[in-house]
């Protein structure tokens, strides 16, 4: 039994190599997520090792406010300028260096643009000499305060030289320094990472970079010799107390890793998801060819049973074809993989700024995940039709059709009972009443969805496929195409049920997407009262944010009735991390976003007193008089008391601190500025000046109302342009499946298509014929993939109404292009199986057993 299989599997290896190259896909993916964060998660291990290399202790002032990478922009808290001398009177102290570091110094380039970062931090730096690693390429140390240098980095991306006046953004507005050094690092490197580095003295990297002369980010340790780091350690921690941590180089670099890596994991799981959806479209496509090839052997595995094989026997030779297939599949996509990892690994180095990427390595995580998906996955979608074939009975080797069709009373009870399961757990995952198992429930609902979907699909398709194919039934290969697609309701079902997966998620993401994108811009145009709206694009965790003189000198244009800024930061709220925000003039909350008090009076606001949101205060027990402990990133906590309570509303902060607060805020300038206009101004009289105003502001820029609403809704776009691409490998697999489906269905009619050929059926009307098959089986997926995903779209567009997504949209000419694309499809799948069925030999096919 053992050989006749590998016979068998040997005979039939190109079609089943085609199934296999799904599961190739789908494992490429996986793999590939693996050794991609591998890659990336080593290499910038290096990056701290190198960046920590000289540090022996570090010490640093206990954070006032912790704050993950995904929450927002996390801010170290100074260290006094005297605990430097404190830290070198420690015992076994050699030196030790206050050093100021933190993120947000932008350069202004020489085309008068900021040169930006997707993802390394801009670090603006204290100069304090060369060292094994730093070392001074170009010029000298900066001396006068007028003065910076740059790594060599960030020299080449903003094309700037020694001897270059430049402009730098930092926690105060732009000042012009002059470039007097450029340098860069040991082996050649022109930056740790990609981080972009501008080091001032150390008097001016205090005032721009922490607000505050005399103090420091964190101090770093040289121990004396023959003195243990971790000793040192120890000694500094007890001479300073629980207000500093202490930490050896080593234990910074681990630090530092563990929580970059966290932020891999984060993207790894989303690779891993659309893996998901490949390797569920690959599933449809691999039961649809074994159950095609168990159709087709009828009569040899009849044959098998007669002679006195077992079913067991049965069972094992068609489990052992998908092994192999899963194998050979395992190991393709293991290659595929590493080579797609390791070109995302070099695509991700070079956006961001140039990273020294380690050796690409094939991690065990990667292995095993590709040979586990890659075997689990075959041998699932295999059970069915080897139990099918389990059961064929000896008796079927004497028959000429041994394949009737089955009823499909089983097949659609099994998909209403399991679509009902899907749809409940989409009930209670988007009714929030999963707990804390929200996103699971709602990702099995999904699933179970699909699958409930794909088992209804036979009872359907005959009827849609029917009367698609009327659409050809004037042309007799039209006809005959028709009736071929519709010939085996369960094939056809399952060959457009991997079709349909890609399509439905597409379709609901969309739906989603553009329904938020209405109702927002929606929103924005009934709450907005302002003509002019100053704003920038936020590329990284740092919104752009302008001189708040700009508020003023705004207020002072001729025509010009109101001007508000707006600020925003995280802070420790109570118990709670929440936005907070403020407002340069707090009568704009009501006169330019429209905003009724519920209690007490939001029209003033002392600076001691705080507003907050109707769903803020009902969450919080709070009322006015209420008083709440907030804690900001650059200030010491602060108890304000609430003197006013406002309707919550989606273009208002849940929490409205004075403006005073906004020193203690990450960024203590505004990121947002509006502008009301007199009844008798018009915005292209003011819109200029007010240009003119933001000279010196390159990140942000000026726009009416309708321009500004139309730039934030674009973000939308580019979301959904990024997840359409990722889905496509979905689409590509399901064009497999069609290609498939149709060889093998080509091959299985090899006698029928000799007969027609025989009668007169041309070769330019063999191949219309499987054209029109192939045409009418991917519309009829497309179709039930924008009607699967238009639900789904719309029943998470109804969850979101209370948070403010209203507007339900459907994309119609979105849908209709996806229809255009699902003909398109079909005719691309159609070429090599009606190419194959035009040269079938006439006399051969007809003699064809």
Do not use: C
């Not at 028709?482 to 597409?506: D, E, F, K």
């Amino acid at each position: 039994m053992f050989r006749a299989t590998l016979k068998s599997l040997l005979a039939r290896k190109l079609r089943l190599i085609l199934s296999g190259l799904a599961v190739v896909l789908g494992v490429m993916f996986v793999s590939g997520a693996f050794v991609l964060t591998d890659t990336l998660g080593r290499s910038f291990d290096a990056v701290f090792a190198d960046a920590y290399e000289g540090v022996d202790v570090n010490v640093s002032a206990t954070s006032q406010m912790e704050v993950s990478d995904f929450e927002g922009e996390p801010v170290a808290a100074p260290v006094p300028a005297e605990t430097v001398e404190r830290i070198r009177g420690v015992d076994g102290v050699a030196d030790a260096t206050g050093i100021v570091a933190a993120d947000g110094a932008r350069l202004i380039g020489s085309n008068g643009k900021v040169v930006t970062s997707f993802g390394p931090p801009q670090l603006g730096e204290n100069w304090v000499g060369v060292s094994d690693l730093v070392q001074l390429r170009e010029g000298r140390e900066p001396q006068a305060d007028d003065e910076i240098v740059v790594n060599a980095g960030l020299a080449k991306a903003g094309r700037v030289a020694v001897g270059d006046r430049v402009g730098v953004l930092t926690l105060e507005p732009k000042q012009e320094f002059t470039i007097v050094g450029i340098f860069g690092y040991s082996g050649g490197r022109d930056s740790l990472g990609g981080t972009n580095e501008i080091m001032f003295t150390t008097p001016v990297a205090q005032q721009l970079m922490l607000g505050q002369r005399d103090a420091f980010t964190n101090v770093t340790v040289t121990a004396a010799d023959g003195v243990s780091n971790d000793r040192l350690r120890d000694d500094i921690a007890a001479a300073l107390g629980t207000d500093f941590e202490v930490k050896t180089g080593t234990q910074l670099s681990a630090d530092a890793s563990a929580t970059l890596k966290e932020g891999l994991s984060f993207f790894n799981r989303i690779l891993l998801g659309f893996a998901a959806v490949a390797l569920l479209v690959g599933t449809f496509l691999i039961l649809n060819t074994f159950s095609i090839i168990v159709a087709q052997r009828t009569r040899e595995l009849a044959l098998m049973r007669a002679v006195g094989a077992g079913r067991r026997q049965i069972i094992g030779s068609v489990v052992l074809e998908a092994v192999a297939v899963g194998l050979l599949a395992s190991v393709l996509g293991l290659g595929a993989g590493v080579g797609v990892g390791a070109l995302l690994a070099y695509l991700f180095g070079n956006l961001s700024g140039g990273l020294d990427l380690a050796g690409i390595a094939v991690p065990p995580a990667a292995v095993i995940a590709a040979f586990g998906v890659g075997l689990v996955i075959t041998v699932v979608a295999a059970l069915l039709p080897a139990l099918r074939a389990s059961r064929i009975p000896p008796i079927a080797a004497m028959q000429d059709v041994a394949t009737p069709d089955r009823p499909l009373t089983k097949v659609t009870m099994a998909g209403a009972a399991v679509t009902l399961a899907g749809a409940t757990l989409l009930f209670l995952g988007l009714g929030g009443h999963a707990g804390g198992n929200t996103l699971s429930t709602i990702l099995g609902g999904v699933l179970l969805a699909f699958i409930g979907v794909a088992l209804l699909t036979p009872l359907v398709s005959r009827p849609v496929v029917g009367l698609l194919g009327g659409i050809f039934s004037w042309w007799m290969p039209g006809k005959l195409g028709r009736l071929n697609s519709g010939r085996n309701p369960r094939r056809t079902a399952i060959t457009a049920a991997a079709l349909m997966v890609g399509i439905a998620l597409v379709t609901g993401v969309t739906v989603i997407l553009d329904s938020a994108k209405s109702s927002i811009s929606g929103l924005a145009q009934d709450t907005i009262k302002a003509e002019l709206v100053i704003a920038g694009t936020q590329t990284s965790a740092r919104p752009p944010s302008f001189d708040p003189a700009v508020l003023e000198e705004s207020a002072a244009i001729p025509g010009v009735a109101l001007v508000g800024g707006a600020y925003g930061d995280l802070a420790q709220v109570g118990d709670e991390r929440t936005w907070v925000g403020a407002n340069s003039d707090v009568s704009t909350l009501t006169k330019i976003f429209g905003a009724r008090a519920t209690a007490g009076d939001i029209s003033r606001l002392g600076p001691d007193q705080m507003l907050v949101s109707s769903d803020v205060a009902a969450s919080r027990g709070l009322s006015v008089g209420s008083t709440v402990p907030v804690q900001l990133a650059r200030a010491e906590a602060k108890t304000y008391t609430v003197s006013g309570i406002y309707e919550a509303s989606e273009f208002l902060d849940p929490i409205t601190l004075p403006v005073v607060a906004t020193q203690g805020f990450t960024i203590p300038q505004p990121i947002a500025g509006f502008i009301q206009l007199t009844p008798d101004a018009q915005v292209a009289d003011v819109l200029p000046r007010v240009e003119t105003l933001l000279a010196d502001s390159p990140e942000v820029s000026v726009a009416d109302r309708d321009a500004f609403i139309q730039q934030q809704a674009s973000q939308f776009d580019s979301l959904l342009q990024m997840i359409q691409i990722l889905l496509l490998l979905a689409i590509v697999i399901a064009v497999l499946g069609i290609i498939n489906t149709l060889a093998l269905s080509v091959l299985e009619r090899t006698r029928e298509l000799g007969l027609l050929r025989a009668v007169g059926l041309g070769r330019a009307q063999t191949m219309g014929m499987i054209t029109i098959e192939a045409v009418v089986i991917s519309v009829f997926g497309a179709l039930l993939g924008i009607a699967v995903g238009s639900g789904l779209g719309a029943a998470v567009v109804e969850a979101l109404r209370d948070e403010g997504i209203t507007d339900l949209v459907l994309p119609w000419a979105d849908m209709g292009t996806m229809v255009g694309l699902g003909a398109l499809v079909g005719v691309l799948a159609a070429v090599i199986p009606a190419v194959r069925a035009a040269r079938i030999d006439v006399l051969g096919a007809i003699a064809h057993d």
